[in-house]
């Protein structure tokens, strides 16, 4: 082949390439483009990072190392060149045949690791890969952290003497276990609590210290010594259980590799390539992992933002992501600094502040996006004025066309739920009583895990009495003493209890649930009952539902309905994953919810959240309150550098949420834990330019004449809202004034956000009236008199 001919086909087929991911920006290009060794893609934030990363593996897939590759493809016919330069400066299509020659050891989609932190990026990145690649998109590893690790354990766990049907222990689980481990080793909870022993267990797990090593470091230390107790009980009973708790997946994962050369070196070989996601949160555990399965090829690529590392308290460290290059010598370092998010005045204030912070890699947010609004910064005198101006601006502003899902309030404490009650904000808590949380869901997925894990006793002390049985605590302490003793599980003693003294009085009892859970695992292991059809059995063997109604209790319909639910989310787990659907999978899936994976973007009420829970989200308003020195940042990080540090990304990560609109707000005074306290504004609003800001302050409090009525107190304040949420949920009710002149049933009234409406009954309720309106605009709506900002309407009689 001519040198000239050669030249020409290497222009095109790059042209053909850089067509093709012509929508990227040049340093997204760069980093889709680089095929070889290590890479760390420090991306900032709203820089298009998920983008990135479904190119780059497509690139992968696609093309392989072809962009940087000299190689020429055999002989192409004349035709071909043709058409490659057709495709290279027309912009027409390129035949697949034709790509396929040209593309330099293009890699299989089973062959492609990527790691995120959350099910819901996890799915975002699935849904992307198979809309780019079709079908091959689904053969990719894309999960999170925990799940991959269990992946990994399901198929090799024997080799650390798990089988492949090990539970996973949730947090609940997690505390039951500790709570028992400590009430057997005589720990006051007063003296060592449970959750300073699972903190203290999860930093050992994080840093890979096993239960062995922690006794040895724990020297004459009386709380260490306490701890290592602690801890060796509850591994030894997780141990028992066959199952893992959260931290043990990634651990476990690591021993694995390190204690079983051969299954390292499958995984090694299967994955020729490794991307990990939000790098910055990892710990040293993870660290670990991916080094191990990075170590023989090299090829690992890592997206974070080391100004976005706000995970300490869960074991993260920075030093990770800082030490990149020097973990991986070879490594290339790309930025991503063109925001696709913000105003520029937000990232201007983003920079600013996070440019106080020393350790960091450094990098500057810019956009195409408008200058946009100023940031807001308005001071209340107490916190009561701060929630009452959010809530106002909600109000104007929906009045004005947005949507309340166009805004965010994020926060470090939740103080501004009632304020949303009183004003008939339509609110959702991220974070709040999940639904995997809620006990009737609980009861259900401990029948499915025991019936999946006949040993998990944890689970099996939860449903042995659920519906009520008449097996007390006495029995079945007594046959979990006799499991113990004979060195086998609870389930097996339940099993034969006839067969044992102790349980001689309550074993038909016993015998009974027995058969009832063997019946159940039966139909489990029959290929024709489906996940939902064995959801069913256990309803209609248990006589769960039948058990709510006769307790006639309040909500017996709404926890039906959860039940109903669940169902729904089993039937859509077994469309999802088809044949590949089992009861572990579901179980698993479950297990590693997270709020966040549960957030529905398409909901039209406002969204409260703290502002670590809210990484990786977008709103077009963003409202900050609490922007105090001691609250924020807080009093035990104000002398630390380290963690001033920490808590200025926190900053940085709420302030960079916002598309559109920021609202930072402070207060003059705040009450606090029963006590009122005056702080200085956060020094966080003093390192963003003046010129970027639009102060207000709501007027001066001035003591009121003589004979000026007053308002509510704001203990009676209290008192109704308390009552309206209890009675009536959180979106029935609106802030104001009372009225001027007393409101009746039948007087047509006026509101500025509902419009007109005639009052169709008034209950007394306290110093307040229920009125219910049935408004012309949007139907009928429950609201308190004094709160609701009603005008009268003339002509009323």
Not at 96 to 113: F, G
Not at 169 to 198: H, P
Request: proline fraction near 4%; hydrophobic fraction near 40%; glycine fraction near 6%.
């Amino acid at each position: 082949m001519k040198e000239q001919t050669a030249n020409a086909i290497l222009q095109w087929k790059k042209a053909v390439m850089e067509r093709e991911f012509s929508r990227m920006n040049g340093r997204q290009k760069e980093a889709v483009f680089h095929t070889d060794g290590p890479l760390l893609i420090l991306a900032g934030a709203g820089s298009g990072k998920t983008t990135v990363l479904v190119n780059r593996i497509a690139n992968l897939i696609r093309w392989g190392g072809a962009y940087h590759s000299t190689a020429l493809p055999p002989e192409l016919s004349q035709e071909d060149l043709d058409l490659l330069q057709a495709a290279a400066e027309e912009g027409r299509a390129l035949p697949d045949a034709i790509r396929e020659r040209l593309a330099v050891e293009p890699c299989r989609p089973w062959q492609i690791l990527a790691i995120t932190f959350t099910n819901k990026a996890a799915g975002e990145l699935k849904n992307r890969l198979e809309t780019m690649l079709g079908p091959a998109g689904g053969d990719i590893w894309a999960s999170t952290f925990h799940s991959t690790c269990a992946r990994m354990l399901r198929r090799d766990g024997e080799r650390l003497g798990y089988t492949s049907h090990f539970t996973i222990y949730d947090t609940d689980d997690s505390r039951r276990l500790i709570k028992d481990c400590q009430k057997a080793l005589n720990i006051d909870d007063k003296v060592l609590s449970y959750k300073s022993i699972l903190a203290a267990i999860s930093r050992a797990k994080d840093n890979l210290i096993s239960p062995k090593e922690y006794e040895q470091q724990a020297g004459k230390d009386n709380r260490l010594i306490l701890l290592a107790q602690a801890y060796k009980l509850y591994q030894q009973r997780l141990k028992e259980a066959d199952a893992m708790d959260f931290d043990d997946l990634i651990c476990n994962a690591v021993r694995l590799f390190e204690e079983c050369p051969d299954v390292l070196e499958y995984y090694q070989d299967k994955f020729r390539y490794v991307m990990v996601d939000e790098y910055q949160d990892t710990n040293h555990a993870q660290y670990m992992l991916v080094k191990l399965l990075a170590q023989k090829r090299q090829n690992l690529c890592v997206v974070g933002d080391d100004d976005q590392s706000i995970y300490k308290f869960r074991g993260a460290t920075i030093e990770n992501i800082m030490s990149f290059e020097k973990s991986f010598p070879r490594a290339a370092v790309i930025r991503l600094e063109q925001n696709y998010r913000s105003t520029q005045n937000i990232l201007d204030a983003a920079n600013a502040v996070i440019s106080n912070n020393t350790e960091r890699k450094g990098k500057t947010l810019w956009t195409e996006n408008p200058a946009g609004a100023k940031i807001a910064v308005h001071t209340g005198y107490n916190e009561q004025d701060e929630s009452d101006y959010i809530a106002k601006k909600v109000l104007e502003e929906v009045a004005a066309g947005r949507k309340y899902s166009d805004f965010a309030v994020l926060y470090r404490t939740n103080i501004l739920e009632k304020m949303f009650v009183k004003s008939g904000v339509p609110y959702r808590i991220i974070g709040g009583l999940r639904f995997y949380e809620r006990k009737e869901i609980r009861d259900m997925i401990a029948y499915l895990s025991v019936i999946n894990n006949p040993t998990d006793e944890m689970r099996l002390r939860r449903i042995i009495n659920q519906p009520k049985r008449s097996i007390g605590d006495k029995t079945i302490a007594q046959a979990s003493e006799i499991a113990a003793t004979l060195g086998e599980s609870l389930f097996d003693v339940i099993c034969h209890a006839d067969s044992y003294e102790p349980l001689k009085r309550t074993a038909p009892k016993l015998l009974q649930f027995a058969e009832l859970m063997q019946s159940l695992i039966e139909a489990s292991n029959d290929p024709d009952v489906s996940l939902n059809d064995l959801y069913h059995l256990i309803l209609d063997r248990t006589n769960y539902i039948e058990a709510l109604k006769a307790a006639e209790n309040d909500d017996a319909q709404d926890r039906i309905d959860n039940i109903n639910e669940l169902s729904s989310n089993i039937i859509k787990y077994e469309e999802d994953n088809g044949d590949e659907a089992s009861l572990s999978g579901f179980l698993e899936e479950v297990s590693l919810m997270t709020d966040i994976d549960n957030f529905d973007e398409t909901a039209d009420t406002v969204v409260m959240m703290t502002m670590h829970s809210a990484k990786g989200l977008e709103f077009p308003v963003v409202f900050l309150p609490g922007f105090e020195e001691g609250i924020f940042p807080g009093l035990q990080a104000i002398y630390n550098p380290n963690e001033i540090e920490e808590e200025r990304r926190l900053a940085y990560v709420a302030i960079t949420r916002a598309k559109e609109e920021l609202y930072i707000l402070n207060a003059e005074s705040r009450m606090i834990f029963g006590s009122t306290s005056r702080n200085k504004p956060s020094r966080f609003i003093a390192e963003i330019p003046e010129e970027l800001i639009e102060r207000s302050r709501t007027r001066e409090w001035k003591k009121p004449k003589p004979g000026m009525v007053l308002p509510t107190s704001s203990y009676e304040a209290r008192v109704v809202s308390a009552n309206a949420a209890r009675h009536f949920g959180p979106s029935s009710l609106e802030q104001g004034h009372a009225p001027s002149e007393p409101l009746r049933v039948g007087d047509r009234v006026s509101h500025r956000t509902f419009g007109e409406g005639c009052i169709l009954t008034a209950t007394p309720m306290g110093n307040d009236t229920l009125l219910e309106i049935a408004f012309e605009q949007v139907g009928t709506k429950k609201l308190m008199a004094n709160f609701a900002r009603l005008t009268k309407l003339s002509g009323n009689q």
